[in-house]
């Protein structure tokens, strides 16, 4: 069956570090992969996606390359800012975007 | 994007009462509901998707007796935890989809307590 693994936080940065939260997965045939964002008391809310190898999916100063070779989708952004606090979730379906299995969620807390 | 509403938030209930969560799509019709559960440092786990008008698909392991899920119309679904136990303690959240729309749109989820 699908499964994501993603790492574990929380995550604890600086104002203006770099952030990296990597996911793998495991999938038959060739998902679509997605991050979603929850911040606190909110529900949650597609970040970026890319649907076929190589596609470098981006938002908000996110960014996410699907890599075929490595089943991997890792969220990076260069400069992170209080705001982003928030817990991240890598996840991919492959019956279009409803149907989507999740991982466990990173929290990532940035300092001033 | 579209709103989805979730209520109530958070709610604690007495072990053996019914426990009712609401899900509503406010500017769409969500042709489409899901269901999930997340445990403390867990996946959000998908418990059922209902189709507006019929009954829902449950998930394997997921007892359809005991989360009973209604779709009755474009804009409203509902999950009752029937006769909930302690063990039923978790973190339900909804998303919709409807016709058109490329993505799901999750509510804000609800935090319920059985003691």
């Known amino acids: 069956g699908n499964s994501v693994t993603q790492m574990e936080g929380p995550v604890t940065l600086s104002e203006e570090a770099f952030l990296t939260i990597n996911c793998t997965y495991t999938?038959?045939?060739?998902?679509?992969l997605f991050w979603y964002v929850q911040y606190p008391g909110e529900g949650l809310q597609l970040l970026l996606k890319a649907t076929k190898a190589d596609d470098k999916g981006s938002n908000k100063g996110f960014e996410a390359t699907y890599r075929k070779e490595t089943t991997s989708f890792h969220l990076e952004k260069g400069s992170v800012q209080v705001s982003d606090s928030a817990v991240y979730f890598c996840?991919?379906?492959?019956?279009?975007?409803?149907?989507?299995?999740f991982g466990k969620g990173t929290m990532l807390l940035v300092s001033p | 994007g579209a709103v989805v509403s979730q209520h109530p938030s958070r709610v604690i209930c007495k072990s053996g009462t019914s426990v009712k969560i609401e899900c509503r799509s406010l500017d769409f019709q969500a042709t489409t509901m899901f269901w999930y559960r997340q445990f403390p440092k867990q996946s959000l786990m998908l418990m059922a998707t209902?189709?507006?008008?019929?009954?829902?698909?449950?998930e394997q392991g997921v007892e359809k007796d005991k989360f009973l899920i209604n779709h009755a119309s474009l804009t409203l679904s509902t999950l009752t935890v029937t006769s909930a136990h302690p063990e039923d303690s978790s973190f339900y959240i909804c998303?919709?989809?409807?016709?058109?729309?490329?993505?799901?749109?999750f509510g804000q989820g609800t935090r319920l307590t059985v003691v």
């Open positions: 999938a038959t045939g060739y998902p679509s």
């Open positions: 998303s919709a989809s409807g016709r058109g729309r490329g993505e799901a749109f």
């Open positions: 996840a991919l379906s492959d019956r279009g975007y409803s149907t989507l299995t």
């Open positions: 209902s189709n507006e008008g019929s009954k829902a698909t449950y």
